[in-house]
Every structure is written in C-alpha cells, then in structure tokens.
C-alpha cells in the first residue's frame, strides 16, 4: 500500500498561482514511474491534467499546456503542480495518481500497483 498526501489547494483570484504537492509514503520500498495529476469539475468527468514519467518526460491536457508546469523530487518521492495564470474554469477537485513498484514484505516478487490521492480543491474566483 502506498498513501499520497496532497497539498496547495485553496481559493484564488483569476490570474494568481498555486503549487499543488503530493507525497507518496510506504511502509514498503517502492519506486514510482508516473506521477500525475487529474481533475474533476462538479458535473463533469475526471480529466487528465499532466503526468510525469521516471525519465521526466511529460505530458499536458491542451487546456493547461503553457500555464501549468509538472515536476517531480524522487528522493522525496513527491510531485508538483505549479499552476500559473489561473482561469475560473481552472476550479475542481485536483487528484494526485502514482503508478508504482512494491517490495512485498513477504513474497519474492515485486508488483506494480496505482493509487490516487483523495483530492485537493482549488478554486479560482474572477
């Protein structure tokens, strides 16, 4: 099992920024290939916002390509979402996902698993 614990969200003016956080933690060794993040406006689907490889590469929805920046720190096995430029249709509950490599505590063979956070909100206010 792996736990996210996200962080960054809150309200804020059209214009303003925020920096989303999100810390994986394990009892388990574990190592992450993707991290990213989603959202989900009220009435609407979770969408893709950006995701990170373990090599960085990285990927944007269009609608934030330009405004928001993804990053990560494996040592501290965490991501980022620096969001620049908000916009209202920015607001929504942010969710952090990882998809991961577990050292079982007992058992020979490593298993890849993905986990979500349980969301941050950010809201952006004209």
């Known amino acids: 099992q792996v736990q996210l614990v996200e962080s960054g969200g809150g309200s804020v003016q059209a214009g303003g920024s925020l920096r989303l956080s999100c810390a994986a933690t394990?009892?388990?060794?574990?190592?992450?290939?993707?991290m990213g993040w989603y959202r989900q406006a009220p009435g609407k689907e979770r969408e893709l916002v950006a995701t990170i490889t373990s090599g960085s590469n990285t990927n944007y929805s269009d609608s934030v390509k330009g405004r928001f920046t993804i990053s990560r720190d494996d040592a501290k096995k965490t991501a980022y979402l620096q969001m620049n430029s908000l916009k209202p249709e920015d607001t929504a509950l942010y969710y952090c996902?990882?998809?991961?490599?577990?050292?079982?505590?007992?058992?020979?063979?490593?298993?890849?698993?993905?986990?979500w956070g349980e969301g941050t909100q950010v809201t952006v206010f004209s």
């Open positions: 996902y990882v998809d991961v490599s577990i050292v079982p505590t007992y058992g020979s063979s490593n298993y890849r698993d993905d986990y």
């Open positions: 394990s009892v388990n060794t574990f190592s992450i290939y993707t």
